[in-house]
């Protein structure tokens, strides 16, 4: 089944910090991943993708993140968080004609 | 332009009742997405509609929640018989193709219709 693994609900990190927002998917072929972020009182906003090629994609915002096969997981980063990072940040996987399927979010907090 | 509209954005109803929410995505976009977001629960996959093909109701959480796009536009999603457990923000997303076809485009989320059963 397809299902998609946020372990962390909620991390604090100091601005300026590095981060990384663990996801691991489920999925029996070839995943499309996805990242999105909603800010408060926002829509969610795709921050970056991943179909095939290089394991690691550049988005919007400074964020990046590494596809591993061999953990099915598909973690973000961000090398120095800044303030209006705070938001909710949400890994989806789908497939070629497949649904969307969303984790259940991690929530970021960044301390001045 | 105009992005997904969704209507109404607030809807309080008695338990039993019956709610339509109704979501009006981009124009051309052919696949159109119903997610339910509660606390804890993040964004829970309800149906998905693609062209003209079968939808994929696989994450109705019930036989009281249905929907329906006609036209290959306008999609409502129905709730039966409302419970308090139904309490929570229905999401509409539309997007130009699949999430892995060959013409990418993101999801395009409407504000959302806040449902409050009482």
């Known amino acids: 089944a397809q299902s998609v693994t946020q372990p962390d609900i909620h991390i604090t990190v100091s601005e300026g910090a590095s981060l990384e927002l663990r996801c691991n998917y489920s999925y029996g072929a070839t995943p499309y991943l996805f990242w999105y972020v909603q800010s408060p009182g926002q829509g969610l906003q795709l921050l970056l993708k991943?179909?095939?090629?290089?394991?690691l994609v550049q988005g919007i915002k400074g964020f990046e993140a590494e596809f591993k096969r061999s953990q099915s997981s598909f973690n973000l980063r961000k090398p120095s968080v800044h303030w209006s990072d705070a938001a909710e940040y949400f890994c989806?996987?789908?497939?070629?004609?497949?649904?969307?399927?969303f984790g259940t979010g991690t929530r970021l907090q960044v301390f001045p | 332009g105009a992005g997904v509209s969704q209507s109404p954005s607030n809807k309080v109803t008695e338990k039993g009742k019956d709610v339509e929410l109704r979501c009006d995505p981009i124009s051309g976009h052919t696949a159109l997405y119903w997610y339910r977001q509660s606390l804890g629960q993040g964004l829970e996959f309800l149906i998905y509609f693609q062209g003209n093909s079968a939808p994929d109701k696989s994450g109705l959480p019930s036989d009281r929640f249905s929907a329906e796009r006609t036209g290959g536009s306008v999609s409502t999603l129905t709730i039966q018989r409302t419970q308090q457990e139904d309490s929570a923000v229905y999401l509409c997303?539309?997007?130009?193709?699949?999430?892995?076809?060959?013409?990418?485009?993101?999801?395009?989320f409407g504000n959302g219709t806040r449902l409050t059963v009482t």
């Open positions: 989806a996987v789908g497939g070629n004609t497949d649904k969307l399927i």
């Open positions: 997303a539309s997007s130009l193709a699949p999430p892995g076809g060959f013409l990418f485009s993101p999801l395009h």
């Open positions: 991943y179909f095939s090629g290089d394991t």
